[in-house]
């Protein structure tokens, strides 16, 4: 079956002498794996750029249902490249919202909500001229909105965030896993929107800690790497 979509781009890997297979989140059909023939030949008209992480596009292309690799006819690039230019930080924190999201989409699994959501960041990301440093971990929290857990800050004057409840509490007697006091102060401030700051060290740490929230979640990050890029990235 043929279908038009906008796609955002996760990763690829190489296949082959020229070939890759590049994963995608496509709107219409959910998270596809694509083998593209001959894309790192130098006179192929597709460049491995149209797969970087976070790439927006539009794309035609074959569904297959019962073939676990799909085929794209076309695909043509629609996000502001040009006006973003290189941008190392930006590329780090693309890289990053690919690598979480790759991570937590099921193939097949339409979801137009969440594919909305990360279009969106994609485009304020490309057109912002000043990055929160508290990207990262607001991403993770918005994210956990369209999984279905996102934080419970019903209990006002609670200090600590309980990760495996994914609420506040007053105690951590019998918890295993809980975000300490100093940072639940700082995780709660982002909750409400309040403008903070951060230390770097704690801003870490919180991140760590939402890795671990999302694996308690059963959204485990297995073997993500892009986050030890993010840490280094000192503001």
């Known amino acids: 079956m043929k279908y038009k979509s906008r796609a955002i781009a ?14 995608v989140f496509t709107e219409e059909k959910g998270l596809q794996n694509f083998i593209i023939k001959g894309v790192r030949s130098e006179k192929s ?6 797969f970087q992480a976070l790439q927006l596009s539009n794309i035609n292309a074959a569904y297959l249902p019962k073939k676990s690799l799909q085929y794209l006819t076309d695909i043509s690039l629609l996000n ?5 230019g290189v941008n190392m930080k930006k590329n780090f924190l693309s890289l990053f919202v690919a690598e979480v999201s790759s991570k937590i989409l099921h ?7 969440l594919f ?3 279009w969106n960041l994609k485009n304020a990301l490309a057109s912002s001229n000043e990055i929160d440093p508290n990207f990262p971990i607001l991403f993770m929290i918005d994210l ?6 996102y934080p419970l800050n019903k209990e006002e004057n609670s200090i600590y965030f309980n990760l ?8 951590t007697e019998q918890l295993n896993y809980y975000i300490n006091q100093e940072n639940s102060h700082y995780f709660k401030a982002l909750l409400n929107n309040q403008k903070i700051t951060i230390p770097y060290d704690n801003r870490n740490q919180l991140l760590l800690d939402l890795i671990d929230y999302y694996k308690l979640q059963h959204h485990e990050l297995k073997n993500i790497t892009s986050h030890l890029i993010i840490e280094s990235l000192r503001t």
């Open 107 to 113: 193939e097949n699994e339409v979801d137009k909500p």
């Open 45 to 50: 008209k597709k460049k491995l750029g149209l």
């Open 80 to 84: 502001s490249r040009r006006q973003e």
């Open 164 to 171: 495996e409840l994914g609420e506040f509490t007053n105690s």
């Open 144 to 149: 956990s909105k369209y999984m279905g857990f």
């Open 116 to 118: 909305q959501f990360l």
């Open 10 to 23: 996760l990763s690829y890997i190489k296949h082959g002498e020229s070939a890759i297979i590049a994963k």
